[in-house]
């Protein structure tokens, strides 16, 4: 059973860089491409990206300019880089598998932006 | 960017009563390339339906998803009170990704 965990800091402060990682359990992360999504508090979600293990990415337009995700095969995880954050980019932050439709989902990890 | 719009935005339902979800696009999605997802307060969404039409595995009969091109939609034929929840639409046809803003099935 794939099972997904992200973790990382939950307060970033405004004007610095969230990061998180994703750590991926039952699957290997060559099988398939993986991604991040975002909910705010309240609202919808949103897709911000994918990746492959070989390193090969797609991205939100509305968030390309500060997104990078990577991708660490030798410890079977992927991470996420978001810079210049507001209070905006207050969110529940999800990995999940797969570019297309997403399943599994990782629980969740909720990162608040403030000072 | 494919814009999707779901209504109604909340539906009040008995235990036992049909429930259907829409969900317009504002282009066609491509081969059909449309999901739908549960969520639960406090909880990651829950895939249910691919491909417009095909169930997840595990997934009970009573969901059923249909619909082509730019109007689809989630039937569950008789809610059981686990299915009381928010439920979004996706499309993977094209790049951005991009979800509905959701329908909230309540109980009445």
């Known amino acids: 059973q794939v099972q997904l965990q992200e973790s990382g800091p939950g307060l970033v402060k405004p004007s610095e860089t969230l990061s998180l990682t994703c750590t991926i359990s039952?699957?290997?992360?060559?099988?398939?491409?993986w991604s991040w999504i975002r909910q705010p508090p309240g609202k919808g979600l949103e897709w911000i990206g994918y990746?492959?293990?070989?390193?090969?990415?797609d991205y939100n337009p509305s968030l390309k300019s500060r997104v990078t995700i990577s991708v660490d095969t030798s410890k079977n995880r992927f991470s996420l880089k978001l810079s210049s954050v507001t209070p905006a980019d207050t969110a529940v932050y999800y990995c999940?598998?797969?570019?297309?439709?997403?399943?599994?989902w990782g629980q969740g990890t909720l990162v608040t932006v403030s000072s | 960017e494919i814009v999707l719009t779901q209504s109604p935005g909340t539906l009040s339902l008995s235990p036992g009563e049909r429930a259907t979800l829409s969900c317009r696009a504002s282009q066609s999605v491509s081969s059909n390339y449309l999901a739908w997802y549960q969520q639960k307060p406090g909880q990651a969404p829950r895939l249910l339906i691919y491909g417009a039409s095909s169930r997840a595995t595990g997934l009970p009969d009573r969901f059923s998803g249909s619909g082509s091109g730019t109007d689809f939609t989630l039937t569950i034929s008789r809610l059981e009170p686990e299915d009381f929840a928010m439920y979004y639409c996706?499309?993977?046809?094209?790049?951005?990704?991009?979800f509905g803003q959701g329908t909230k099935v309540e109980i009445k």
């Open positions: 996706q499309q993977y046809g094209s790049s951005p990704r991009t």
């Open positions: 039952g699957a290997s992360i060559s099988s398939s491409y």
């Open positions: 999940a598998r797969s570019a297309v439709w997403f399943d599994p």
């Open positions: 990746i492959y293990y070989t390193g090969s990415t």
